[in-house]
């Protein structure tokens, strides 16, 4: 894990996400949503949510869903 999270940016946990009734997965970076997950994917995603034990880790799966946020080209506003 040390070598995916050099900078320590998912200590900060600026991921979260939520549940739709319809089990819609909304994925969030620092408060604004960044993707949707339905069907399959949603599925898939919060299987692995429920099987990590780790806030770190739960960080790492929703950074690898949502896309890029691996260089740093994340906004700060």
Do not use: C, W
Not at 30 to 56: C, M, N, P, T
């Amino acid at each position: 894990m040390s070598n995916i999270d050099k900078r320590n940016r998912l200590g900060e946990i600026p991921f979260h996400y939520r549940v739709n009734k319809d089990l819609s997965v909304f994925i969030g970076y620092e408060g604004k949503q960044v993707k949707i997950l339905k069907g399959k994917d949603a599925e898939k995603f919060l299987k692995r949510i429920q099987d990590s034990r780790y806030e770190k880790n739960k960080q790492l799966i929703m950074a690898k869903v949502t896309g890029n946020f691996k260089r740093e080209n994340e906004r700060k506003n």
